[in-house]
């Protein structure tokens, strides 16, 4: 199989049109407040469900969380990722900053 060569001056090609540059993939991606209404737009589209798909953005984590929760009983089926995995992440981030301060 033949492999493409990069020619300096050259913007890539992909099988799927140009392949942006670093700067340009930036300014395509949404900012904070486009991304939080994205979220509360699926939302509610998800509400007329008997099962409901949340998404949230936890400020602490910063990254995206995906629930799972029965709309009948409130109930909590599966969360992406869990809430272990997110304490941890919280926990593991907050020890960083605690060793950087301290080497300092």
Known sequence: MLMPVATPGVNAVSAFG???????????????????????????VMA???????????????????????QDTGKLIRQIPTEEAVKISKVMADLKGLLFAQSA
């Open 18 to 44: 140009p392949v942006p540059k670093p700067a340009e993939a930036k300014a395509d991606k949404p900012g904070v407040k486009e991304l939080q209404q994205s979220l509360e737009d699926i939302n509610k």
């Open 48 to 70: 007329g469900f008997s099962i409901s798909v949340q998404f949230q953005i936890d400020p602490d984590y910063k990254d995206l969380i995906v629930k799972v929760v029965d």
